[in-house]
C-alpha cells in the first residue's frame, strides 16, 4: 500500500474515532415548551374515566381532537370551550399516579392538573354520591413498623430518628395546626414524607400538600351554581370544599384504622391517589386539585365492599363539578 493511501486511511479512522468521543453535547433537562399550556383532567381508572368521556362527549363545546400513547399510557388532546385540555387516567395507586403525572408534565405544557375520582368516606357524615374537594392531601401509610418494648407493656422500640421526629411535634403544630396528631396504631408509627424541590438547600419532612387556592375558590364559586345533584334517583347529593384527604397504597376497609386516619388526620376521605399527585406538581410548581366522589364510607359495611355500585354514578357528579370549575376559571 503507497504512503498516501496509508495515511488516508489513518485519517479516516482518526475522523470516526474522534466522531464518536468529542459529539455535540447534549442539554439535560427539562423541556421548554412555547405553545399554550393545557388542563390536564385526571382520572385513575375506567369507571370514573366513562364518566369524564361522557361529560365531553355531551357537551357542544368540548371535544377531544387526537390521541398520543407514551410508554402504554393514552393522552386525549382536546379543547373545552376553546381552551385546550389534557385527559388521561393515571393508574391506580401511589407509584402510577406519581409516576403518569410527572411523564405528562415532562411531556406536554401544563399550567393546571385536575384530577377527578372516587373515594372512601373516613368521615361518616358523607353518603355515596356526595363530592368532597379536600384543601389538604396526608400520606397515612408513611409509617414506621416496629418491636414491641419488652420492658414495658404497651410501648414500642422506636428508631432514635423518629423518638426525635415525636418530640418536635408540639412545636409544630402550634406553628401549623394542620400539622396531624401523631398517634400510633399497634405497631404502626405514622411519617412524613421527605421531599426537595427548587429552592431548598436539603430534603424537608412535608406533613401535607396543599390544593391552590384559586383553584379551590373556582370550585367554591362552581358549587354556587351547580344545580341539584341527585345520586342514583334516590337523595340529593353534597357537594362541598374543604378539609383533608388521606391517600395510602393500600385499599382502606377497616373501620379501625379509618377511625385511626380520622383521629390524627382529621380525615374526610380516603383512597389511594392524590398526594402523590398533589406532590409531583408541588414540586413542579403546577397549580392543581383533587376532586373527590364518595363512594362508600370505608369499612363500614357488614360484609363485602359495595363501592363498585356508586362509582359511575359519584364519578358523574364529580364530572359536573369539574367542568363547572373549568366554567369558572375562564371567566375569571
Known sequence: MKKNQILILAAISLLLFSGCKTSAPVAYGPKTFEQEGYTALLVAYRPEMVALLEAIEDDPEAKIDRTVTYKGIEYSLGTYRGEPILVFATGMSIANAAMSTQMALDYFPIDEVIYLGIAGAVNPKWQPGDVIVPERWYYHDESVYSNPDPTQEGAFILPDYYANFLDEQAARRAKDPHTPKYKPFAFIHPDEVLIIKDGMDEPEDQPYFAATPRLLDAAREAIKVMPPQMILGKREAVV????????????????EYRQWTRDVFDAEVTEMESAAVGQVC??????????????????????????????????????????GLLDQLMVE
Open 282 to 323: 408541588t414540586i413542579n410548581e403546577v397549580d392543581w386539585i383533587i376532586i373527590r366522589a364518595i363512594s362508600d364510607l370505608a369499612g363500614g359495611q357488614e360484609g363485602v365492599n359495595v363501592e363498585h355500585i356508586y362509582d359511575v354514578a359519584a364519578s358523574r357528579i364529580g364530572a359536573t363539578l369539574l367542568f
Open 240 to 255: 362541598s370544599v374543604g378539609g383533608n384527604g388521606v391517600t395510602g397504597s393500600v385499599f382502606l376497609d377497616n373501620r
